[in-house]
């Protein structure tokens, strides 16, 4: 998708009224789409956050905190007590890496690998939640990428 220019004109219709704001529409999809996270996770006892995590380490074990923060767009200080939290339900350990003190490696443990089988639930019931077809959650997906990409390079 090609960038507009900075200098492009915005809209010609005033976007002062909220149902005209695109954060807006971002925001209460936001909130939409964690209410049935909510539901979902409610049998894993996994909060949203805790799901993403678990998610990241699920596709590669064995990972360093900044790691994680990397997938995520979290910063250490969001992660360590939400990774405490998976510690002390026995889903991931922490430890300090052997080559640098410095950084924490969380793997996950038994409990939290067989948790992965119990969690493939969740995909489906967001796809059915949708009412979209795979096609069009693709290209939202692929739209929403390109416009977080630009949003954190004008950040």
Not at 29 to 45: D, H, P
Not at 113 to 121: F, G, N
């Amino acid at each position: 998708m090609p960038r507009k220019p900075a200098s492009a004109r915005p809209p010609s219709r005033s976007l002062a009224l909220l149902e005209d704001q695109l954060c807006f529409a971002l925001y209460s999809t936001n909130l939409a789409m964690s209410k049935v996270y909510r539901k979902l996770l409610g049998s894993l006892g996994l909060t949203y956050p805790q799901y993403l995590v678990m998610l990241v380490l699920w596709a590669g074990d064995e990972l360093t905190v900044s790691e994680i923060g990397e997938r995520l767009f979290l910063d250490s200080a969001t992660l360590t007590p939400l990774l405490k939290r998976l510690e002390a339900a026995d889903l991931v350990s922490r430890t300090r890496a052997s080559h640098d003190e410095r950084q924490v490696v969380i793997a996950l443990s038994a409990a939290g690998r067989a948790l992965k089988a119990k969690a493939q639930k969740v995909q489906h019931g967001i796809f059915c939640a949708t009412d979209c077809s795979m096609d069009e959650l693709m290209t939202i997906k692929r739209r929403l990428e390109t416009l977080r990409a630009s949003l954190l390079e004008s950040a």
